[in-house]
C-alpha cells in the first residue's frame, strides 16, 4: 500500500460541490496512468484508458467527504452550519474543525453544542441528544474579524489527520478516499485488457449520487463498477449477523444495497476472478445505504453496475479504519477483473430463445 498516497487524500479537502483541492490532487494521479483526461461541469474527473475493442467499463469513486458550509456569522463571531452529508451529531461533540475561507486562508476552530457544561447539567439535560442545528463553530475571533476572513457558504472539514494504526488505517474522510485509492492502485498494477476503462472520480456523491448520475449519462458504460467504503459492524456492541464485513476479511463484495442490486452476473464473474486470482474477499449485504453504481445502473437503457467495497470501521466519523490488507485486496482484485472484462457479457437472452 502507498500510504503517503493514502494520507494525502484523505487530508486533502473536498466537501460536495467544493471538491477543487482533492481533485487537483487525483487529476495528477489520473493523468499519468491513462490516456485521456477531462473535467465536465459537475468537476467530475473523468480519466480514459484505451481499450482494443473490449467492452467500455466505468469505475466511479467519489471524491468528496462529509462536511458543512457556513450558513451564519453571529455578532459575537460564533459560525453555524449547514451539513452536507449525513452526520450522526454523536460523532460531532467536541472536535476541531478547519473553515476553508475563499481567500485562501484556513482557519482552526472548535465544533461545539449550545449546551450547558457536565458541571450545570440536570439528569434530563445531560441524557438528551445533542442535534445538527445546535453546533457551532468557535474561530476564537471577534464577530468583525470573523465576518472580515470568511463568508456565508465557506466549505468546513474537520480537522483530523490519517494514520497507521496497527495493521490499519484510521483517518477521517476513508469513505471515500480509500476507494479513490483502490482504483488508482489498480490502474497502476493493471495488466493487459482489452476493456476500455473509464476511471471518473465522482462529486457529490454524499448529497444524492449527483456526479455519477451525469457522467454515467455521458460516457455510456457497458458496464459500472463503482468503489466504495462500506460498514464493517466487527466491534463491541454489534451482533454477527449485523456485522455487514469485517476488517480483514479481503475485499468486499457487494451483492445489494438500498441503492441497487447489483448484477449477479457480475457478482459470480468478480467472485470467480477472485478465486483464481487467490485474492481474499467477502460478500457484502448493505440494508441501507447507497453507492454511485445505484445511480449508474439507471442511466439511459440500464447499466450492469455492482459495487466493489473497502471495509470501514466507524463510518462518517473522524475515526474511520481500514484494514491495509483489504485495500490491497481490493486494488488487486479490481485489477485483475478489468484483465478478465471482456471475457463474459452480463446480458439476458431468454427473448431470443
Known sequence: MDFPLLKLLCETPGVPGYEDPIRRVVIEELKKLTDELHVDVMGNVIA?????????????????????????IDDKGFVRLQPMGGWDPRNMTSQRVFVHARSGDVLLGALMPASKPIHMLTPDEANKAPKIEEFFVDLGLTGEEVRAKIEIGDPVTMARTAEMVGHNVLSKTLDARVAVYVMIAALRQLGKHEAEIVAVATTQEEVGLRGATTSAYAMRPDVGIAIDSTLANDFP??????????????????????????????????????????????????PRGGTDAGAIQRSRGGVPSITLSIPCRYVHTVNEM??????????????????DAHSRSYGYDEAAS
Open 237 to 286: 456492541g454489534m451482533e454477527e449477523h449485523m456485522q455487514v464485513t469485517k476488517l480483514g476479511g479481503g475485499a468486499a463484495i457487494k451483492i445489494m444495497d438500498s441503492s441497487l442490486l447489483c448484477h449477479p452476473k457480475l457478482v459470480r464473474h468478480f467472485r470467480d476472478v477472485g478465486e483464481a486470482n487467490a485474492i481474499k474477499y467477502q460478500m457484502e449485504i448493505l
Open 48 to 72: 480514459v484508458k484505451k481499450g482494443s475493442g473490449g467492452p467500455r467499463v466505468m469505475l466511479a469513486a467519489h471524491i468528496d467527504e462529509i462536511g458543512f458550509v457556513v450558513k451564519h
Open 322 to 339: 481500514a484494514s491495509a490488507d483489504d485495500i490491497d485486496a481490493s486494488a488487486a482484485l479490481l485489477a485483475r477483473y478489468l484483465e
